[in-house]
């Protein structure tokens, strides 16, 4: 049997998605929007593999506006700190959405196709693109309410007209899986009449309807101008939530994944590399339903991660971590992981949920408001609430376990930034994890809004004052992660796709072995995430005879007898200690 065309892969999915709508002429329509002025596409889509990533690729996470001076753009600064600080430490830069917009912090666009004139411009953007990989947001899933769309559809002007979802207060929505604890529904006039919108995340955020072809058209042209502008990631936010439909959850639908292998097939054509990227903070097994059969998105989040290291951290013992790593399937073929602690949304508990026990759980939570901390909440399906992420800089959560504070802040920290360089995938930090950056508790006072406790903005100059001190945390995190970053793109074992095999450690211990695609490298990665110096026998760890096997970390060589590691202590033990790429 030969393999689907190009045009029968999309007419299939066009088929599934709009039913009743002509896919020849959509389809068409489509071709148009992501290649138009006759651009071209690959004859062959390009072939799932390895190739995509390798051990090099790390990524920051940042708003385009992390750093100010009140003088220059803050994309020029931004520029000059991945510039000075940066390059040979990651390879990637996710600059939060730097669009304009009117509330949470760029989440809430109101043009897709024009950069936020207080960050910079276009050429801006495109400078840091020719010298990172960069990635952008597609906040596909709602607008501003204060946009050209929304205004458009409420002055009833075509196409806009049909571009949000409706519903009406006698609906039945009590099965509807909420992220906030708002209103769903929205009263609104137009020239219409009166509409009730949908609102997933606030009232100034309006959902898109996505049973219109036409909004998938615009949208298909929003992301064909943002690679032509330099974007090669591309991060789908929300986009869990994208397709509706009264009656259910109206969340990772059918359609939902339908239109993320329409994206794919699309980007498997392009002859620019772009790599997918789903934003779906939801547990295990529904946020893997995203890779889908090869299909859908080229990398996908690793949830779990933040609030299982924050665990593991507070309690002394890595045993729900370890539970949850075993039962991890390696990421399919062509597709990866993206490992991170922290981001510019709160450490969210939603992927928690049965990994680690409630009464955990309530400790976690305890320990966070004992340090400056807040927690979000959800709204529950039939009513009630939940907790929906802890607010706190992972930084300031490092600094308390459950037992309380003690001497170890910077190694318990250092030591909860390595496990995502050590794990399969591709490893991924905050900038405020890179910088040390403590709770900012007057933003959060200033504007009314908890996750403001982990988006400070660093005065620029103050910011390379502290770098200059060597005595200053900031100094010294952004160092030692630095250094063990430029150690880790150094080894094949690393590799985002290499073999990983969790251990069976004392719990007090989190150990991966890492091997290298062509078997020649192994590396065990050992994390002592306690208080305790624990020892490790020899037996426990596989090392082969009559091979040299040294600690990459420390540069010690690792002899017959018991491994120790100190508290918060990590170790890379390789056989390859002078792997080069």
């Known amino acids: 049997m030969t393999a689907k065309t190009f045009s029968a892969k999309l007419s299939e999915l066009l088929r599934f998605i709009y039913p009743d709508v002509n896919t020849d002429i959509l389809g068409s329509q489509v071709v148009e929007a992501f290649w138009p002025d006759e651009k071209h596409r690959r004859k062959q889509p390009r072939k799932p593999g390895n190739n995509l990533w390798t051990q090099n690729d790390a990524v920051l996470i940042t708003y385009g506006d992390s750093l100010i001076d009140g003088t220059h753009k803050p994309l020029d600064l931004l520029h000059d700190f991945l510039a000075t600080h940066m390059k040979g430490v990651v390879n990637g830069v996710h600059i939060l959405p730097f669009f304009p917009f009117t509330s949470d912090d760029g989440f809430a666009v109101t043009d897709y196709r024009k950069v936020n004139p207080q960050l910079g411009e276009w050429s801006d953007v495109g400078r840091i693109a020719r010298e990172f990989h960069l990635m952008s947001d597609l906040v596909l899933n709602h607008v501003s309410s204060q946009g050209v769309w929304f205004n458009a559809y409420r002055q009833g002007q075509k196409p806009f007209d049909g571009f949000f979802f409706e519903a009406s207060p006698e609906d039945d929505v009590s099965m509807v899986t909420r992220p906030r604890t708002t209103p769903l529904l929205q009263e609104v006039e137009t020239a219409m009449g009166t509409r009730h919108v949908w609102c997933t995340f606030s009232h100034d955020q309006i959902d898109l309807d996505f049973r219109n072809p036409e909004v998938l058209l615009e949208i298909l042209r929003i992301i064909r101008l943002h690679i032509d502008e330099g974007v090669r ?19 990772h639908l059918p359609q939902t994944h339908a239109v993320i292998q329409l994206m794919r097939l699309l980007m498997d054509y392009a002859t620019e590399t772009v790599i997918l990227l789903t934003e779906t903070n939801v547990p295990k097994a529904e946020n893997l339903s995203y890779f889908g059969h090869r299909n859908e998105a080229h990398v996908v989040y690793n949830f779990p991660l933040p609030p299982l290291i924050l665990h593991a951290m507070m309690s002394g013992n890595a045993k729900y971590l370890i539970n949850w790593q075993r039962t991890m399937p390696p990421a399919p073929l062509g597709c990866a992981y ?3 602690t922290a981001s510019h949304d709160g450490i969210g508990m939603r992927p928690a949920e049965g990994l680690i026990p409630p009464p955990e759980i309530g400790k976690m939570i305890e320990t966070i408001r004992e340090i400056g901390g807040r927690v979000s909440m959800r709204s529950l399906p039939g009513g009630g609430e939940a907790p929906y992420e802890l607010n706190c800089s992972y930084f300031e959560a490092m600094g308390q376990t459950f037992e309380g ?10 030591c909860s930034q ?5 794990l399969e995938g591709i490893p991924a930090f905050y900038i405020h994890s890179m910088l040390a950056t403590p709770n900012d508790l007057e933003a959060v006072e200033r504007r009314g809004m908890n996750r403001a406790i982990n988006r400070h903005r660093w005065d620029y100059p103050t910011l390379i004052g502290k770098l200059e001190d060597p005595e200053t945390i900031h100094a010294q995190v952004l160092g030692a992660l630095s250094e063990r970053l430029r150690l880790r793109a150094k080894q094949p074992g690393f590799h985002p796709n290499a073999t990983q095999f969790t251990l069976n450690l004392d719990p007090r211990i989190f150990g991966l072995w890492r091997q290298s695609l062509d078997r020649a490298q192994s590396i065990f990665t050992l994390h002592n995430v306690s208080a305790e110096t624990v020892e490790i026998p020899e037996a426990d760890l596989n090392l082969i005879a009559d091979e040299r096997w040294v600690d990459l970390l420390s540069g010690e060589e690792i002899v017959a007898g018991p491994v120790s590691l100190a508290p918060y202590q990590c170790r890379w033990i390789s056989n390859q200690p002078d792997a080069q790429v």
Do not use: Y
């Open 233 to 251: 990631i591309i991060r789908l936010d929300a986009v869990a939530f994208l397709w509706k439909q009264l009656g259910t959850n109206c969340i």
């Open 418 to 422: 390595t496990i995502p360089m050590s």
């Open 338 to 340: 993206l490992n991170f």
């Open 405 to 414: 504070r003690d001497e170890h802040h910077i190694a318990r920290f250092l």
